[in-house]
């Protein structure tokens, strides 16, 4: 099955810090690549995503491209805020052509943004 | 709308003793998934569910069973409990079994403490 690296935390900025998570990847195929985030006490809420080579997901600031040179999908924001403190998931499916309800996670990274 | 709804919050159980997890997808959404996140494993798949089918399975021991009823509505049984299972058992749920366009929306998790 697929496998998933990332880098683990924990990772603490000063508010308006650039942030850059590292995930890496080993799959078969070209599957789609998911960061999910937790926040304290709470489920999993979906970041981004990105279906195929060289998408680059977006939202709230965050940013990451799906690059299959490197087998890599990094999560990047140029100013990060107090509220952005969570844990950071890199995900993609567990095997070739499985859903996005059978998802391998990385280990997680902790961020904590300082004010 | 209604989120994904986990019941119960919270539980404490005794070793040997066996518990059922309740999830109640989204309105609509047909499929649900399940997962175990513990801090020294992170964040394992345990099941996968669409329309009271169960298309895949984790690596995890018989002990845990789940069903999904003709409602969509889930459940999930872990027997014989033992230390090790004590954890945040997460649901998702999404409208295909793929998760298409919009993926799975998790809840809260339920957290199970086996004392």
């Known amino acids: 099955g697929n496998s998933v690296t990332q880098m683990e935390g924990p990772v603490t900025l000063s508010e308006e810090a650039f942030l850059t998570i590292n995930c890496t990847y080993t799959?078969?195929?070209?599957?789609?690549l998911f960061w999910y985030v937790q926040y304290p006490g709470e489920g999993l809420q979906l970041l981004l995503k990105?279906?195929?080579?060289?998408d680059k997901g977006s939202n709230k600031g965050f940013e990451a491209t799906y690059r299959k040179e490197t087998t890599s999908f990094h999560l990047e924001k140029g100013s990060v805020q107090v509220s952005d403190s969570a844990v950071y998931f890199c995900?993609?499916?567990?095997?070739?052509?499985?859903?996005?309800?059978?998802?391998?996670f990385g280990k997680g990274t902790k961020l904590s943004v300082k004010p | 709308k209604a989120g994904v709804t986990q019941t119960p919050r919270y539980l404490i159980k005794t070793r040997g003793q066996q518990v059922t997890l309740s999830c109640s997808p989204i309105?609509?959404?047909?499929?649900v998934s399940w997962y175990q996140q513990t801090p020294g494993q992170g964040l394992q798949f345990l099941f996968e569910y669409f329309s009271e089918t169960q298309r895949n399975k984790g690596n995890f021991p018989g002990r845990f069973s789940g069903r999904q009823f003709s409602n969509s509505r889930s459940e999930m049984n872990v027997s014989t409990l033992e230390l090790g299972d004590s954890a945040l058992y997460l649901c998702a749920s999404s409208l295909v079994w793929t998760g298409g366009v919009y993926g799975y929306t998790f809840g809260s998790g339920t957290r199970l403490t086996v004392v």
């Open positions: 309105s609509g959404h047909r499929s």
């Open positions: 990105a279906t195929k080579a060289d």
């Open positions: 995900a993609l499916p567990l095997s070739q052509g499985g859903s996005q309800g059978n998802l391998i």
């Open positions: 799959a078969t195929g070209y599957p789609s």
